[in-house]
């Protein structure tokens, strides 16, 4: 609910708390957590937003859309690391 509703407005951090509360209520739910990585990512958070979708895999390791999130998450891992590398170069 809170993906639909916040994710196209761009509200990503209100999205982590409501989904943080969805997951204390039901912590078997795997769509909360998949959706939560899915906010943490938007944030650039990819650490957390890998954390999550590897708990939703756990939690239901059938739904192929957790693993292509995952993938998509250490991808934009890569390419954040990859830009705070050239950031940290001294300009000549």
Known sequence: MARY?????????????DLTKAIELNPQNAVYYNWRG?????????ERAIADESKAIELNPLQAEYYINRGVSYHAKGIMIELLQIRAKPSN
């Open 5 to 17: 509703k916040l994710h196209p407005k761009g509200e990503y951090g209100r999205a982590i708390v």
């Open 38 to 46: 899915e906010a943490y990512r938007a944030k650039g958070d990819c």
